[in-house]
């Protein structure tokens, strides 16, 4: 993608007040690079199809993936990390396997901070490209919390009652 496209790209993931004041990397031939230095913290790109799930994506290595994505400060530090190191992997020419595989030993090696409470990312823009089944997948806010604490966001198993029935 064109560096001006990608960046103007990226700007769609959230409001314009937020977007005139941050960051926005592109891709380059190593990976991110900051293309527009913000002050207010935010930090946009545009994600590719190596940021999907290991398992069970079908369109893992899909060229036309583009998702404009903004992460608010705390994910900023917190969850861009995975992005940048998932993409040095994927642009080293590593398999998927190889890719978890490194993920993987970067966490255990601690070079990816804890989840700051607070993050989330909008993906807010018309113009992204998800995956073939639903094309830009309806604008939406994305949460992040370390899967310890997903019980706080109602993520846990339903309990039944002695009669058997979930309440």
Request: glycine share 8%.
């Amino acid at each position: 993608m064109d560096r001006n496209a990608e960046i103007a790209s990226a700007r769609t993931a959230a409001p314009p007040s937020i977007a005139r004041d941050a960051t926005v990397m592109v891709l380059g031939r190593h990976g991110h690079e900051t293309a527009v230095e913000g002050t207010n913290g935010f930090v946009f790109n545009v994600d590719r199809s190596w940021m999907d799930q290991f398992e069970n994506s079908p369109e893992f290595w899909n060229p036309k993936r583009l998702g404009p994505v903004c992460y608010n400060p705390q994910a900023a530090t917190t969850v861009l990390p995975i992005t940048l190191i998932r993409t040095q992997l994927a642009l080293a020419g590593k398999s998927k396997a190889e890719m978890n595989e490194g993920m993987k030993a970067a966490i255990e090696k601690g070079e990816l901070p804890t989840l700051e409470p607070g993050g989330m990312a909008y993906m807010l823009s018309k113009q992204g490209f998800l995956n073939s089944r639903c094309a830009n997948c309806a604008p939406h806010l994305m949460f992040y919390v370390p899967v310890k604490d997903a019980h706080t966001w109602g993520a846990r198993p339903k309990e039944r009652s002695r009669s058997g029935h979930v309440p």
